[in-house]
């Protein structure tokens, strides 16, 4: 190693150290305390509907999240935020057991629902799904009736029974059904728009509109939880509005989380936000307000400004 080399080493290691020994400044001025890599130890008022606890996932050798633990509340919004490939989708699916489906995922941690493990052997995971029901990215109704969309899967899952064999003997649930579909319409906002076209193809409707019905498809199977990735990314501003406005009633009677890339829309809707950031780690997670006006660490505050993502 050549003189300079070495002096130049020497030189930026006591750099380093002096600068460890200067308390860094938080973005709030405060420069008492060294700034943590992580500001996920929130607290709320309010019942936690699901607790994560060090959850990793791994797609083969790819290490996609992080020894994420949060807990989310009840009846409320929670928006995951964080820049492409951060591991938002990845987390969400972790809810439901989604994850699953993918081959080459492996989930290592806790996911507790109601204080129950769902990753413990031997969940029913039809069950869990229709407890911690999803909507996706993009509209995916069924290339049926806006009616058959909705009661498709409580039939699946012999909630309701309209078979010819059931009204052969009297014991058709064809009432039950309409009830149903009236209520999860109404409750997605939709039955005004289509409740004198309950026949028609579901493809027939606007994209705004195919995406409430994917909310009510979603809600017809009796959810606690609704996960939803990215909901409004495919919508025009109107249509987005809508599905907004929708969210913030739903969160009165279910428990929302939703992953968003659009932070002005996280900023309206949740009651708490969740950042991740590259290397799927959670780096901070709060009240909102909080997140947005007042966030702890330097790396979100960076994010949050659009200096990268
Ligand atoms: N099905 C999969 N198979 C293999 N790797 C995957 C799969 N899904 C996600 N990954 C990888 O896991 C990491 C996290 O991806 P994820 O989609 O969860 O991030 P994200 O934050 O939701 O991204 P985006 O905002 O772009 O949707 C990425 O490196 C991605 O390539």
Known sequence: MSETTQQTQTQSQSQTEAEAAQPLQTTSGESEERLREEWTDYRFDGTTKLAVEDLDVHYGDDHALKGVSMEIPERSVTALIGPSGCGKSTFLRCLNRMND?????????????????IYQEGTDLVELRKRVGMVFQSPNPFPKSIRDNISYGPRKHGDIDTSLLARLFGRSDEEAEEQLVERSLRQAALWDEVNDRLDDNALG???????????ARALATDPEVLLMDEPASALDPIATAKIEELIHELSQEYTVVIVTHNMQQAARISDQTAVFLTGGKLVEYGDTDQIFENPQSQRVEDYISGKFG
């Open 101 to 117: 489906r993918i081959k080459s995922a492996r989930v290592d941690g806790s996911v507790q629902l109601d204080g129950q493990e």
């Open 205 to 215: 409707l606007s994209g705004g509109q195919q995406q409430r019905l994917c909310i």
